[in-house]
C-alpha cells in the first residue's frame, strides 16, 4: 500500500492547481462552519455570562408567601439555600413610583444587590436610597443624614393611608438610565422595620431559593421541582416565577441543545453540499489518470484508494489552514459584534467587557471536533461517487472519460451552421448531471439565503411598533384601584370626573398639526363565573366607533359577527386572549358580567358573538363593544385613549403642544410611534445582527461553491476547447462561450435561489405567522436581499469570466491541446 499513498501524494503534487482550488474550498468552509458554530455559541455564552455577572444567582421565586409557609419552606429539604423579600409600601410621589422594600441577608446576595456607597440596612430605621430618588422627593442628603418620607403601606385590599416616619440614609444604590426613563425606583429598608409594620397575619414574601443537587439538573427540572414544591405550600402557578435568565446561563436547557443541533444541521449540510459540489466536479478529469495506472495492472481497490487518499490529503492540508485563520478570525468578530451591538444597553456592555477582558471561552474542544468531523466526513462522502467512477471504468472507457451521462441509442442531432450558443447548450445537455448538481447547490445556500431574509423583511420593527400604537401619538388615562390614598385613581371615579372632556379633545384637534383625533371608551368591571387563583376575573371592555368595524370583522377567527349585530347590545366580541386562560369559552357561550356604572354596579349578560385575534394597538382588552352600547348603559364619562395622527411636518411642535396639554392633568399619560420605534429597533438589534451575519456566511458558502464550479468546468475543458480553436473559432467567440456559460449557471442558481428560495420562504412566514414570531403579520417579499443576491452572483460571473479568460490566453493552442496528455 506504500506505492498507493506515494501515487496518492505524486497526484497531489502534480495536480497543484487543481488541488489548491479544492484546498480553498475546503478550508473556506471549515471556516464557515467553525465560524458559525463560534459565533453562534459565543454570542450565546457571552450573553449568559453577563446574566450570571448581572442577574440575580436564585433558582425560583415564589410571590404573595404567608409568613408560616415562609417559615416551612426555610427548612425544606430539596432547598439549599433561601432569602426573603417583602414589599411594604410605596413612598408617595406624584410623577414616579418609589417602592419600599425589605430584603434578609441571603435576599440580598441572592439578587446580587450592591451599593455605590455605604452599607445594607443593619439598625431598624435605616434606609438604603439612591439620587435619582432624592431628586423626585426633592430631598438632598448624604451618608448619615436623617430624612422624613411620606408612605403608603400595602395591605390586602390595596393601599393604605399615609404615613410619614423619619430613617436614616446608610447605603447610596445606583439609579439606572431605565430607572429615569420609567421613572420607577426603590428604596430598601430593615427587615424589622418592615416586619414592624406589617402585622403578621398580612405579611407577604416573595421567598428566593436555590435547589439542592441541582447542578445535575435540566432547567425544565428545576422548573418543575419549583412548580411541585410551590403546589405543596398552596402557593397559585402564577406566582411561581422561574429565574430562566440565570438557569439558562448556568445549567442545561433542552431547547437551546435542540436550537444548536438545527444551527449545526444546517451549516454541515450547506457544507456537505458544497464539498461534494467541489469533488464531482474536480475529480471527474482526474479519472482518465487512474485509468492509465488500471491499464498497468493497478486493482480496483488500490484505484479506489488512489482516489480517496489523494482526496483525503487535500483535505489534511486544507483543514488545518481553515481551523487556523478561524480560530483568530472567530474572536475578532466576536469581539466587533458584540461591540457594534452594546450601545447604552447595560447587560450587553457587561457583555462587552467580558470579551474584552477574555474572560469567556469562545474556542471550545467540541467545536474543533465537530468541524473536523463534518468536513472529513463530507470529504469522504464526496469521493465516493469519483471513486467508484475510477474503479469501474475500464481502461479505454478512463482514457475518455469525461462525467457524461450513458445514453441508448438514438438519433443523434446535427446543425448545417454552429453557433456559439449551439456549443454552450451542446455542452451543457452532455454535462446534464453536472450542471444540475452545480445549480442545485449553489441554489440551495440561496434558498437557505432568502428563507432568513424573508423573515427578517417580515419582522420591522417599524410595523412591531404600529401593532403596539396605531397612531402617531397617544393620551391615555392613567388609573388603578385599592389604593385608600387615591380613591380617585378607581376607574368608577374617574369616569364620574375624567380629565378627557369634550373640551379637551376639541384642544387637542386644535393643535397645529393634528390632522384626526380618535376616541376609545372603556368600561369595566367582573366575570363571577370565571375566576384564576381565587380572584375573579376582571371584565374589561373597549367601545370603539364604525371607523373600527372593517379591523374588528377581518380580526374574527372564530364566529363571525357584524358592527352592526354588535350595536343591539346583546352580542360581544371576545379577545382570542381569553382562550390561553380560558380553552373552554367559545362563540355562542353567555357571560354575565358585573359591570362598574360610577358608583353602582349593573350585572349584564352577553352572548359571545364571535372571537378575534387583534393586537395591543386597537386597545389591548379582553372584549370590544361599539362605543354606542357602552354609552347607552353607562351616562358616565367613558373616554379612556386619545389615538392622534399627526403630520409629519409638524411632529416635533404638535407632541410638545399635545405633552403640554397632557401635563395638565396628572391623570394623562402620553406615548409616540416613535418612543415604540426606537423600543423595538433595539430588541431587534441583536436579532438582525446574528441573522444577517448567518446571511453573510451562507453567501460565502455559495460563493466558494460559484467560484470552484466555473474555474473547474473551464479548466479540465481546455483540451476541448483548444481543439475547437484549432478548427476555427476565435479568441473572441471563445470568450462569448466561457461568458455564455457562466450566464446559465448564474440563470439557473438565481432561478433556484430567488424562485424556490422565495416560495419557502413565504412558507417560513406562514409558519412564524402562526406561531407569533416577532409578531409577524404582513408578508414583504425581501427586495433588497434579492437584489443583493443577484447583484453579487452576477459581478462574480463577469469576474470570474474575465479572469479566467485572461489566464486561458496566457497558454499556446498547443499548450491547450495537449492539456492532460
Known sequence: MKTVTKTALANVKQNKGRNFLCGCAIALTTFLIFVVLTVGYGMIRVQ???????????????????????????????IEEIGLRMDLGQIIDDDATIIMTAMDNNGIRLNKAELEEGTFPKNEKDIVVSKGVLEELGIQGKLGDEITIPYQIYEKDGMG???????????????????????????????????????????????????ADAEHMTTDEIEERGKEIGEDFGVPEGNVVENRAYLAANYTDPSFVKGMIVVIVMVVLAGILTIYSIYYVSMIPKVQEYGKLKAIGSTKRQIRQMVFREGMLVTALALPVGLLISSFLSRWIMKQMITFMAGEDPLMQVAAELVKNGEVSLLHWWIYAITIMAVLFTSAVSLAKPMRIAAKVSPIEAMRYQGLEKRGKKVRKGYQNLTIFRLTKANMVRNKKRTGITIVTLGATGILFMVVATILSCAAPKEIARKDIESDYKIKLETWGGDKMNPDRDWRQVQQNNPLTKAFIDQVRDVDGVEEVKVKTFMNGKIPKLSMDGEIWDANII???????????????????????????????????????????????????????????????????????????????????????????????????????????????????????????????TGSYEEQLQEWEKNMRLTSVLCYAFLIILGGIGIMNLVNTMMNSIYTRRRELGMIQAIGMSEKQLIRMLQLEGIIYTLGTLAVSVGIGSLVGYGAFLYAKTKHMFQISEYHFPVVPAVLLICVVAFLQVLLTYGVSANFRKLSLIDRIRYAE
Not at 354588535?566 to 366580541?573: T, Y
Open 161 to 211: 393611608y399615609a404615613k410619614e416616619d423619619t430613617f436614616r440614609i446608610c447605603g447610596f444604590m445606583e439609579s439606572s438610565d431605565l430607572n429615569k426613563e420609567k421613572k420607577m425606583y426603590f428604596v430598601m429598608n430593615s427587615m424589622e422595620y418592615a416586619k414592624q409594620m406589617i402585622p403578621e397575619a398580612d405579611r407577604e414574601y416573595r421567598v428566593m431559593f436555590r435547589l
Open 48 to 78: 449568559l455570562a453577563s446574566v450570571d455577572a448581572y442577574y440575580p444567582s436564585y433558582h425560583i421565586m415564589f410571590r404573595q408567601v404567608s409568613e408560616k409557609n415562609t417559615k416551612a419552606l426555610q427548612v425544606h429539604n430539596d
Open 543 to 669: 367601545g370603539l366607533d364604525a371607523s373600527y368595524a372593517e379591523t374588528l370583522e377581518k380580526g374574527e377567527i372564530q364566529g363571525h359577527v357584524t358592527y352592526e349585530e354588535l350595536e343591539k347590545g346583546d352580542k360581544i366580541l371576545m379577545s382570542a386572549n381569553m382562550l390561553y386562560w380560558f380553552p373552554e369559552l367559545k362563540v355562542g357561550d353567555s357571560l354575565k358580567m358585573v359591570l362598574n356604572m360610577g358608583d353602582d354596579q349593573v350585572e349584564k349578560t352577553f352572548e359571545i358573538g364571535a372571537i378575534g385575534d387583534y393586537y395591543a394597538s386597537l386597545g389591548g382588552s379582553s372584549f370590544y363593544l361599539p362605543q354606542s352600547v357602552l354609552e347607552k348603559m353607562n351616562p358616565n364619562n367613558l373616554n379612556y385613549i386619545l389615538e392622534i395622527t399627526v403630520n409629519d411636518q409638524k411632529k416635533n411642535s404638535a407632541y410638545q403642544e399635545l405633552q403640554a396639554l397632557a401635563d395638565n392633568s396628572e391623570y394623562l399619560v
